[in-house]
């Protein structure tokens, strides 16, 4: 299968730690890269790889990977990461497509 | 600093063609894959397709037959034409790199820089 699946929304209290996952099959061949979308801006990459952060993305965000799920980990939660959270791969199957997770609203309490 | 500054027609009628332009900046351009992605209103994001430096192309099944995406290496500028559009193809369309690096686990695939997107609209 060629889908990523993600949970439609997930909420935080402040300043507490919040887990948004990914599953698909294409998991186990490609990591996830993770991108945060605020609306009416283009995403932005915030992990990618095992679990790298490009500059200028807080150290409270950090990725891991098991099996087929990939988790995207915000380590006490700033009310500026109130966004939309999709995660992507590429399919494994051989046909180059690459895929989206449907996405995750993310609420900050 | 690599920036991707992309431009376009905005309003389509049904059956017409869509096209759009991505301008790349800085960085190399023939170390990657040239992607773009569209977002329907309030839906998430689609993957359209990808062309490398040499011409090289993927598409998403589902768009296949209605898509091109080419490359002018000389101006570092990729294209999108979208034949034939609908209603359903009224969204916001990114231009953005790909990177792709093998490691030993597993491989990384993502984007790190996107283009500011341009609304399209479909309407008679």
């Known amino acids: 299968s060629s889908e990523l699946t993600q949970d439609p929304a997930v909420s935080v209290a402040l300043g507490q730690t919040v887990r948004i996952t990914c599953q698909g099959d294409?998991?186990?061949?490609?990591?996830a890269s993770w991108y945060q979308q605020k609306p009416g801006q283009a995403p932005v990459l915030v992990i990618y790889?095992?679990?790298n952060r490009p500059s200028g993305i807080p150290d409270r965000f950090s990725g891991s990977s098991s099996g087929n799920t990939a988790s995207l980990t915000i380590t006490g939660a700033q009310a500026e990461d109130e966004a939309d959270y999709y995660c992507?791969?590429?399919?494994?199957?051989?046909?180059?497509?690459?895929?989206f997770g449907g996405g995750t609203k993310l609420t900050v309490l | 600093q690599v920036q991707l500054q992309q431009w376009g027609a905005g309003l389509l009628k049904p059956s017409e063609t869509l096209s759009l332009t991505c301008a790349v900046y800085g960085g190399s351009f023939s170390d990657y894959y040239w992607s773009w992605i569209r977002q329907p209103p309030g839906k998430g994001l689609e993957w359209i397709g990808e062309?490398?430096?040499?011409?090289?192309?993927n598409y998403n099944p589902s768009l296949k037959s209605r898509v091109t995406i080419s490359v002018d290496t000389s101006k570092n500028q990729f294209s999108l034409k979208l034949s034939s559009v609908t209603a359903a193809d009224t969204a916001v369309y990114y231009c953005?790199?790909?990177?792709?690096?093998?490691?030993?686990?597993?491989?990384?695939?993502?984007?790190?820089?996107w283009g500011q997107g341009t609304l399209v609209t479909v309407s008679s």
């Open positions: 790889g095992k679990d």
């Open positions: 953005a790199r790909a990177s792709i690096v093998v490691v030993p686990a597993a491989i990384k695939y993502y984007f790190d820089y």
């Open positions: 992507n791969s590429r399919d494994s199957s051989g046909n180059h497509k690459v895929v």
């Open positions: 062309i490398n430096h040499s011409g090289s192309t």
């Open positions: 294409s998991l186990r061949s490609y990591y």
